[in-house]
């Protein structure tokens, strides 16, 4: 399987600042997607970013709020802006490796947000 | 919308098996899967299973779908200490071009030594 790195693991942020997580992967796949874990739920889809062209978002899911770049196809930021207390979750990104487009995902160990 | 259900808490005996359950609504699923969570680490795929299919197996863990009652349980043999998790059920449609994961919220397994 391929590696999915993440950074940053962990941060505590200030309400009202925004924070960008990274996203880089080792081989080059077409779709890359964020996912949130709030405290003690499951995951949440984001968005599904493609690279050359925008962010599919879910609902629920805002680009003012979550914007994502993709700009190759190993890599992806999300943005977490205008930060309040209940953006305090895990974010992960993940891929689809296999290619057969089956939702076998892999996933990053993600960065857990802390807004106070 | 979909919805994945699953029991919250799991404890077990080592070297006993554990049966994690998870029910789901959406009866145009197609593949159906299970995650394991580590402390600290992201989402690792078990195992997953197509929905034509009732039961598959791979080596300690056995994936039993029951597609009438909209059931998927994961049986883990002889399970260790290293089990010790959070197990998510997750179920897939097809949805803008690849297939779109709905997660339960997960359940904790605990393996007392």
């Known amino acids: 399987s391929a590696v999915i790195s993440q950074k940053p693991s962990r941060d505590i942020c200030q309400r009202g600042t925004s924070l960008t997580i990274q996203c880089q992967v080792d081989?080059?796949?077409?779709?890359m997607f964020w996912y949130r874990q709030q405290p003690g739920q499951s995951l949440t889809l984001i968005a599904t970013?493609?690279?050359?062209?925008?962010?599919?978002?879910e609902s629920g899911f805002v680009i003012d709020k979550f914007p994502i770049s993709r700009p190759n196809l190993t890599f992806s930021t999300l943005t977490v802006s205008n930060m309040s207390p209940e953006d305090s979750s895990i974010y992960l990104c993940?891929?689809?490796?296999?290619?057969?487009?089956?939702?076998?995902?892999?996933f990053g160990e993600g960065s857990r947000l802390t807004v106070l | 919308g979909e919805d994945v259900e699953q029991s919250l808490f799991l404890s077990v005996r080592e070297g006993d098996s554990s049966v994690i359950n998870c029910t789901y609504t959406?009866?145009?699923?197609?593949?159906l899967y299970w995650y394991k969570q580590e402390p600290g680490a992201g989402l690792q795929l078990l195992t997953y299973?197509?929905?034509?299919?009732d039961m598959k197996q791979d080596q300690r863990l056995t994936v039993l779908l029951n597609k009438k009652d909209k059931h998927l349980s994961l049986r883990i043999a002889d399970t260790q200490t290293g089990d010790s998790a959070i197990y998510f059920c997750a179920e897939s449609h097809s949805g803008a071009g690849s297939y779109q994961l709905t997660f339960g919220k997960g359940t904790k397994l605990s393996v007392i030594p």
């Open positions: 970013a493609n690279q050359g062209s925008e962010a599919t978002y």
């Open positions: 081989s080059q796949v077409t779709m």
């Open positions: 299973i197509f929905s034509n299919m």
């Open positions: 993940s891929v689809d490796f296999s290619g057969r487009g089956t939702g076998e995902l892999f």
């Open positions: 959406d009866s145009s699923s197609t593949y």
